[in-house]
């Protein structure tokens, strides 16, 4: 099969049978691109999963951009992205159309009373883990504080709580790098 | 112009979107309130959506916004803004380093980012947990709503699965069972 047609139902399949998004998306991507198509080695998704962690995006997103621009370029990257973009797009125009029709319904509401309640559980585990991937420091927790008041009570716009903890965090560790130095000097 | 406006808050909330779409909650709620696009209540059900539906959180929910706030040409303008920051940057690092994630400066920043992604998941928490248990304010006997009591049973059964890595679409599917159930059971 030509390349790009490859990548591109290559990826929308992965846009299609993947949910929730995330490290559930791994297994997939890894069967897909590693096993199936050997369009990239282990070691170089596991580098595309890290890179992911330290670049705004879902990881899906970044690794159709990262395999369709290794295998076919330009062209490649937006034809990998948009295959993985669209099973997205066309399944939830279709439920929004579908909320419209039912949204007055006695059971669909009652559904959505519990739903939510999960939606808060499942941010409430999302939260967990991202305070455990975070430091355990002092330094670490007067950021997550820090951040939390901001946007929670003084409903600071995220992005510049994103860009001052960021900087801060750059400042902080060159700072201790360089008593590090001066320690084994 | 709406096409214009969805487009730049999607491009704005997709270049800072870190540590996967839990975050995004947090940034989705005060543009929303902003722009007075969609209540808190509408947002949360969007989420539980998103989750339930194949691909990536942030993607579902940018598409979410934009077609209830533009319609089609709306989804595809908010799609468009959400991808393309992401797109742009693993361009630049497929192309120039690969060694990116060991990059000092990189490890620095992040090391700034991780506890406050987790910070404003904490407040994704606050605000939906008030959606949850208070949809119309904390006032007197709101406690001992039934309501409330149905809302914070099916959360202490949800949390537990959810830790228990029970997968997210189950768990959805099984609180949306247990609502309908106690909703007609109780005649709310």
Request: aromatic share 12%.
């Amino acid at each position: 099969m030509n390349l790009l047609p490859d990548l591109f139902l290559t990826f929308f399949k992965i846009g299609l049978f993947t949910f929730g998004g995330g490290y559930a998306m791994i297994p997939l991507i890894q069967r897909e691109v590693c096993t199936n198509k050997k369009w990239l080695k282990e070691q170089e998704l596991t580098d595309i999963v890290a890179i992911a962690e330290s670049t705004p995006g879902p990881i899906a997103v970044n690794a159709a951009t990262f395999v369709g621009f290794r295998t076919g370029g330009l062209t490649g990257a937006c034809i990998a992205t948009l295959g993985v973009v669209l099973p997205s797009f066309l399944v939830i125009s279709l439920i929004s159309f579908a909320l419209n029709a039912f949204q007055d319904n006695k059971a669909v509401q009652y559904a959505f009373m519990g739903i939510r309640a999960a939606v808060l559980a499942l941010i409430l585990k999302a939260l967990w883990m991202m305070f455990r991937s975070a430091k355990k420091n002092p330094f670490s927790y007067f950021i997550m504080g820090a951040a939390l008041i901001l946007t929670a009570f003084l409903k600071t716009d995220a992005v510049f709580v994103i860009i001052g903890c960021g900087l801060f965090g750059l400042i902080w560790s060159l700072r201790n790098r360089k008593e590090q130095s001066r320690d084994t000097d | 112009m709406i096409l214009i406006e969805l487009f730049f808050t999607f491009l704005k909330i997709g270049s800072f979107t870190f540590g996967g779409g839990y975050a995004m909650i947090t940034m989705i709620q005060y543009e929303a309130e902003r722009h007075n696009w969609l209540t808190q209540a509408e947002l949360v059900d969007f989420v539980a959506l998103s989750e339930s539906t194949p691909g990536p959180l942030a993607v579902n929910m940018a598409t979410f916004v934009g077609i209830r706030t533009g319609g089609i040409p709306g989804a595809a303008a908010a799609t468009l803004g959400i991808v393309l920051p992401s797109f742009l940057i693993i361009l630049i690092i497929a192309k120039c380093f690969t060694r990116f994630k060991d990059h000092k400066t990189v490890r620095g920043i992040m090391s700034g980012l991780k506890p406050a992604v987790a910070g404003m998941i904490g407040t994704a928490f606050l605000s939906v947990g008030r959606t949850v248990f208070f949809p119309s304010g904390l006032k007197s006997g709101c406690f001992s709503d039934a309501s409330f009591l149905i809302c914070l049973g099916i959360f202490a059964v949800t949390a537990v699965m959810a830790f228990k890595k029970v997968h997210p679409i189950r768990i959805i599917l099984l609180s949306a069972v247990l609502g309908i159930g106690a909703g007609f059971g109780l005649g709310l």
